[in-house]
């Protein structure tokens, strides 16, 4: 039995922020406040990160708390702002990430308790042998569907794969987690 929780977890994740998460980092935090050796909980990585999974498909997407919190503020001026550009200074080279889909569509609001009722169940998903491709820079990166530990439906791709940077070719480690959301909820 692990001497950490979910909540231990959770806590460390909304401290570090999504922008500094690591599931190296959430593991060092662990061992810190638990007064560990560095290392100690090593050997307990696939827990952590099935915690980890599990905090971040519970938390609402960044997108959908900030129209919350505009909604619930009566005042204009209460609104929260966005973060200062001083921060962008300090980190000049942070690269920004889109995503367009295919038909030009924006994901619906609450998404998450749409699917939760969808009449399809985990075993017919697991089943439909829908495989997923991924461009990364010409390089073919491949997923079947799977269960995650934190009980969504999803795919998972990973592998090494060569890109072009400025004349020298790099090797790049890619791992990518495609969950859907309100899935844990899908009759097993």
Same mark, same amino acid.
């Given at each position: 039995?692990?001497?950490?929780?979910?909540?231990?977890?959770?806590?460390?994740?909304?401290?570090?922020?999504?922008?500094?998460?690591?599931?190296?980092?959430?593991?060092?935090?662990?061992?810190?406040?638990?007064?560990?050796?560095?290392?100690?909980?090593?050997?307990?990585?696939?827990?952590?990160?099935?915690?980890?999974?599990?905090?971040?498909?519970?938390?609402?997407?960044?997108?959908?708390?900030? !129209?919350?919190?505009? !909604?619930?503020?009566?005042?204009?001026?209460?609104?929260?702002?966005?973060?200062?550009?001083?921060?962008?200074?300090?980190?000049?080279?942070?690269?920004?990430?889109?995503?367009?889909?295919?038909?030009?569509? !924006?994901?619906?609001?609450?998404?998450?308790?749409?699917?939760?009722?969808?009449?399809?169940?985990?075993?017919?998903?697991?089943?439909?042998?829908?495989?997923?491709?991924?461009?990364?820079?010409?390089?073919?990166?491949?997923?079947?569907?799977?269960?995650?530990?934190?009980?969504?439906?999803?795919?998972?791709?990973?592998?090494?794969?060569?890109?072009?940077?400025?004349?020298?070719?790099?090797?790049?480690?890619?791992?990518?987690?495609?969950?859907?959301?309100?899935?844990?909820?899908?009759?097993?």
């Amino acid at each position: 039995m692990s001497s950490f929780s979910k909540a231990d977890v959770k806590r460390i994740i909304e401290e570090k922020g999504l922008d500094n998460l690591s599931a190296k980092s959430v593991r060092i935090s662990l061992e810190e406040q638990h007064g560990m050796e560095e290392g100690a909980l090593k050997s307990q990585k696939g827990e952590i990160s099935a915690m980890i999974d599990a905090v971040l498909n519970e938390m609402p997407p960044a997108n959908e708390d900030e !129209e919350e919190e505009e !909604e619930e503020d009566e005042e204009p001026a209460k609104k929260k702002s966005k973060k200062e550009p001083k921060e962008a200074e300090e980190n000049p080279n942070k690269g920004k990430s889109t995503c367009q889909t295919k038909d030009g569509s !924006e994901c619906p609001k609450n998404i998450k308790k749409a699917q939760e009722t969808m009449k399809l169940s985990a075993k017919k998903f697991l089943e439909s042998g829908k495989v997923i491709e991924i461009d990364v820079d010409g390089n073919q990166l491949r997923g079947e569907p799977r269960s995650f530990s934190s009980g969504n439906m999803g795919w998972y791709l990973n592998g090494k794969v060569p890109i072009d940077v400025a004349g020298q070719t790099v090797w790049a480690q890619v791992g990518m987690n495609v969950t859907i959301p309100g899935s844990a909820s899908w009759k097993r």
